[in-house]
């Protein structure tokens, strides 16, 4: 009886330590799987990395520097010939405790990213500008910095300090129709609004 007892005993012990074994691997596992999915989510969408407004001789410049990663829906119709379009908004603001603030610069730029499947080729286009590019990283580099003067209605008080904000996102409003009644999350990546003060 006692050899039954002890071999039970011993027994029981090395199945709990079995299972406490298997339940910490089962637990780091789906804390890495966690940790990938969650890092495969940041991946993706629009982040401002900076900003500034800086005296320069010809006046005022914009720089700005985003982190652009396309999901996969996006890439797909990139790649299915679908252009994307992303607006750039800034505004310049100087607090009015009398009135409501003062809206000192503002500004709404356009970037067209297109792809040719004959050529194979990537394109980012301002306006009547455009540039090409061989792969799809060195068009999203180039449309991740931003340089441009910008103009500043009066002139910016040293002992004043004006707010600032900036952000880029897709314009869904300008998918083709069929796109735009099944925009959704894999579809509207689009940068929170990066504020910091302006102190010339």
């Known amino acids: ?7 039970i005993t011993h027994s029981c012990k090395k199945l709990s330590a ?15 799987t966690g940790a990938c999915v ?13 900003a500034a407004l800086n ?3 010809e006046g005022y410049l914009l720089e700005a520097e985003f982190n652009i990663q396309l999901t996969s829906a996006l890439d797909d119709a990139l790649h299915k010939g ?4 992303f607006a750039l908004e800034f505004e310049l603001m100087r607090a009015r405790w009398y009135w409501t603030n003062e809206k000192l610069a503002s500004l709404q730029q356009q970037q067209r990213l297109t792809y040719n499947t004959l050529t194979r080729q990537y394109r980012v286009g301002v306006g009547a500008l455009y540039q090409n590019f061989s792969s799809l990283k060195e068009a999203l580099d180039y449309m991740s910095r931003i340089r441009r003067r910008q103009d500043i209605d009066g002139t910016l008080r040293k002992d004043t300090a004006y707010a600032a904000q900036l952000r880029l996102r897709l314009d869904t409003t300008l998918l083709p129709k069929p796109f735009q009644l099944h925009t959704g ?10 504020r910091w003060t302006v102190t010339p």
């Open 185 to 194: 999350r894999d579809w509207n990546i689009n940068s929170d609004w990066y």
């Open 1 to 7: 009886m006692p050899f039954t007892t002890g071999f």
């Open 82 to 85: 679908v252009p994307l379009y």
């Open 18 to 32: 079995a299972w406490r074994l298997a339940l910490r691997l089962i637990v780091c596992c789906a804390l890495a």
């Open 38 to 50: 969650t890092a495969v989510a940041h991946a993706e969408g629009i982040e401002v990395r900076k």
């Open 55 to 57: 005296a320069s001789e």
